[in-house]
Nanobody, 123 residues
Framework: VQLQAFGGGLVQAGGSLRLSCAASGRTVSNYVMAWFRQAPGREREFVAAIGWSGGTYYTDSLKGRFTISRDNAKNTVYLQMNSLKPEDTAVYYC??????????????????WGKGTQVTVSS
């Protein structure tokens, strides 16, 4: 499975962005998909995950502003980010694995990773 994240960019605080993660090589409809982010000088952190049937799991601090979704027919997962803040500035990565959705918070050992997309939020 190859994952490619895109849709990042520069946005002002309070704005919105929608990230996409397109999978190729095989269908990811049976995989749990997740978004992580990594800010400069910080560890990679879990953002959100979505199961094959659409169940979701978020890190508490982002719940309500970020929404993860997927379109299995397009082999794509999305991250809608609203009310963006400068502290949301990071490289955002998508990942895929077959583990339980709540275990996706641990980035170690996830099967597939995409190259990240930069999100920069200006104040």
């Amino acid at each position: 499975v190859q994952l490619q994240a895109f849709g990042g960019g520069l946005v002002q605080a309070g704005g919105s962005l929608r990230l996409s993660c397109a999978a190729s090589g095989r269908t990811v409809s049976n995989y749990v998909m997740a978004w992580f982010r990594q800010a400069p000088g910080r560890e990679r952190e879990f953002v959100a995950a979505i199961g094959w049937s659409g169940g979701t799991y978020y890190t508490d601090s982002l719940k309500g502003r970020f929404t993860i979704s997927r379109d299995n027919a397009k082999n794509t997962v999305y991250l809608q980010m609203n009310s963006l803040k400068p502290e949301d500035t990071a490289v955002y990565y998508c990942a895929a694995d077959t583990r339980n959705i709540r275990r996706m918070v641990d980035a170690d050992g996830l099967q597939y990773w995409g190259k990240g997309t930069q999100v920069t939020v200006s104040s």
